[in-house]
T-cell receptor
Framework: DAGITQSPRHKVTETGTPVTLRCHQT?????MYWYRQDPGHGLRLIHY???????DKGEVSDGYSVSRSKTEDFLLTLESATSSQTSVYFC??????????????FGPGTRLTVT | GDSVTQMEGPVTLSEEAFLTINCTYT??????LFWYVQYPGEGLQLLLK?????DKGSNKGFEATYRKETTSFHLEKGSVQVSDSAVYFC???????????FGTGTSLTVIP
């Protein structure tokens, strides 16, 4: 257990509204990630962060923004939700293990439905 | 670029059957390889990993061997149980850049 929580766990929202998902970690990990999971696509990286106020885009970043003002919190915002953003969103952290190898650990996920 | 390809599912097996889920990778560097498991309604959990060629990762009766010559990391279990029903993801990371790449997942259902 890497001490990762996500909120909310479930959300239904309407097209065009902004939505913010929160990821909180308690173990001071430097790297944090947001993925979305869709059938047939596996996990796709949206954005990641390598420190406070340091973020970068992943492969499916259009329509999403992130912020990290504190080490423990990584926020994902859908600026104007669309039905194509209906998905399950996972937050993850990574940490270095032996021989410089990173391991990634995941939160429980947020199921978002955009109607 | 770096990527992972794993066998399509779904896979349905009877209890105590032998399991193999194939995974091959493409990497520009020297990756670490992982298998993750996802139970219904949950996040992904690290199942096992290997960090160099010929390493064998193992956990909960599952095994996978890092084969550099065939760029493969196939997941195996000798006798599956109903409780192994889940989605399994193969993944790799390249040490520099802290990036992870996941396969599309293979759904496994074990029937009594």
């Amino acid at each position: 257990d890497a001490g990762i929580t996500q909120s909310p766990r479930h959300k239904v929202t309407e097209t065009g509204t902004p939505v913010t998902l929160r990821c909180h970690q308690t173990e001071n990990h430097r790297y944090m990630y947001w993925y979305r999971q869709d059938p047939g696509h596996g996990l796709r990286l949206i954005h990641y962060s390598y420190g406070v106020k340091d973020t970068d885009k992943g492969e499916v970043s259009d329509g999403y923004s992130v912020s990290r003002s504190k080490t423990e919190d990584f926020l994902l915002t859908l600026e104007s939700a669309t039905s194509s953003q209906t998905s399950v969103y996972f937050c993850a952290i990574s940490e270095v293990r032996g021989r410089g190898s990173y391991e990634q650990y995941f939160g429980p996920g947020t199921r978002l439905t955009v109607t | 670029g770096d990527s992972v390809t794993q066998m399509e599912g779904p896979v349905t097996l009877s209890e105590e059957a032998f399991l193999t889920i194939n995974c091959t990778y493409t990497a520009t560097g020297y990756p670490s390889l992982f298998w993750y498991v996802q139970y219904p309604g949950e996040g992904l959990q690290l199942l096992l990993k290997a960090t160099k060629a010929d390493d064998k990762g193992s956990n909960k009766g599952f095994e996978a061997t890092y084969r550099k010559e065939t760029t493969s990391f196939h997941l195996e279990k000798g006798s599956v149980q109903v409780s192994d029903s889940a989605v399994y993801f193969c993944a790799l990371s390249v040490n520099t850049g802290n990036q992870f790449y996941f396969g599309t997942g293979t759904s496994l259902t074990v029937i009594p």
